[in-house]
């Protein structure tokens, strides 16, 4: 467990600073109102995203297995945040300090959220070898 914890610290750490100095490869402006809602929309997809890989933590490869069939409010609360976290983005922009993004840019930040997933499977293959049975 805690290779997992301090392993998705690390990684969401490294993502996001990377995000924060290198977002003008992404077609914004640096620091810009667009830039920071990138940022903070990619570090809410993160933590929505790694939700699944919190469901499994000894070893399980799939972290969607049972997800639809044995979580169910687990699948309302996720469809509730993501729908939140649109809203904010889109439509809370004085209040929250955001500005509407793109559909391209709502598929960057959904796809470097979505990065934690493959690199939660990485981190269960290299907790199973470490770990013994």
Same mark, same amino acid.
């Given at each position: 467990?805690?290779?997992?914890?301090?392993?998705?610290?690390?990684?969401?750490?490294?993502?996001?600073?990377?995000?924060?100095?290198?977002?003008?490869?992404?077609?914004?402006?640096?620091?810009?109102?667009?830039?920071?809602?990138?940022?903070?929309?990619?570090?809410?997809?993160?933590?929505?995203?790694?939700?699944?890989?919190?469901?499994?933590?000894?070893?399980?490869?799939?972290?969607? +297995? =049972?997800?639809?069939?044995?979580?169910? #409010?687990?699948? $309302?609360?996720?469809? *509730?945040?993501?729908?939140?976290?649109?809203? &904010?983005?889109?439509?809370?922009?004085?209040?929250?300090?955001?500005?509407?993004?793109?559909?391209?840019?709502?598929?960057?930040? +959904? =796809?470097?959220?979505?990065?934690?997933? #493959?690199?939660? $499977?990485?981190?269960? *293959?290299?907790?199973?070898?470490?770990?013994? &049975?």
């Amino acid at each position: 467990m805690w290779l997992n914890i301090v392993g998705h610290g690390a990684f969401q750490l490294a993502l996001l600073l990377g995000l924060l100095h290198y977002g003008d490869r992404l077609g914004v402006t640096l620091k810009s109102l667009e830039h920071m809602t990138m940022y903070f929309n990619t570090f809410i997809l993160l933590q929505i995203w790694n939700e699944f890989n919190a469901r499994k933590l000894h070893g399980e490869k799939n972290v969607f +297995a =049972g997800f639809l069939s044995k979580s169910k #409010p687990h699948v $309302f609360v996720c469809i *509730v945040m993501v729908l939140l976290q649109f809203a &904010a983005v889109q439509f809370a922009g004085p209040f929250m300090r955001t500005t509407p993004l793109t559909l391209r840019q709502w598929g960057i930040c +959904a =796809g470097l959220g979505f990065l934690c997933i #493959p690199y939660g $499977f990485l981190l269960n *293959v290299v907790s199973s070898i470490w770990t013994p &049975a």
